[in-house]
């Protein structure tokens, strides 16, 4: 992996085994990165995604291996209890052009991946939600 500054914009690289996840994590806690917007492409060929039900308050996970295109992978990063928090959607393509997606949980790089983080002043804080279960945009901090 390897990334540049230019003033309020991150350019990034991950390279062939990286873990996307993982490594925007780093780059977030490397460069200071408290709030920002997310926006990549790139090839994968092991990754998991998932849906949420809300009715359930549970994650559904589909695991996914070989040759796939990152179609589209959007997201935010913010803080939770002082921590990075990754907030990502990724969309995929195969072969045939069948494209599957979904909440990122994990994916491994096949080639590249190359990144674009907006980084934003200020910080905005997540809190556990009780109706939906999720870790809600908090803005009272």
Do not use: P, W
């Not at 914009?9 to 996307?20: H, M, W, Y």
């Not at 308050?57 to 589209?72: C, L, P, T």
């Amino acid at each position: 992996m390897e990334y540049r500054r230019f003033e309020n914009t991150i350019v990034a690289r991950l390279d062939r085994g990286e873990e996307i996840t993982a490594q925007l994590k780093l780059i977030a806690q490397k460069a200071g990165v408290r709030l920002g917007m997310v926006n990549a492409l790139g090839a994968v060929d092991d990754f998991t995604v998932g849906v949420y039900n809300v009715a359930e308050q549970k994650y559904y996970k589909n695991h996914f291996a070989g040759a796939y295109e990152i179609v589209s992978l959007h997201g935010n990063i913010s803080e939770m209890d002082g921590e990075c928090y990754l907030h990502l959607h990724m969309s995929a393509g195969d072969a045939e052009g069948h494209v599957v997606g979904g909440h990122l949980n994990e994916a491994r790089i096949s080639a590249t991946c190359e990144i674009f983080i907006t980084c934003l002043e200020g910080s905005v804080g997540r809190k556990k939600d009780a109706v939906t279960g999720l870790n809600l945009y908090d803005f009272t901090k």
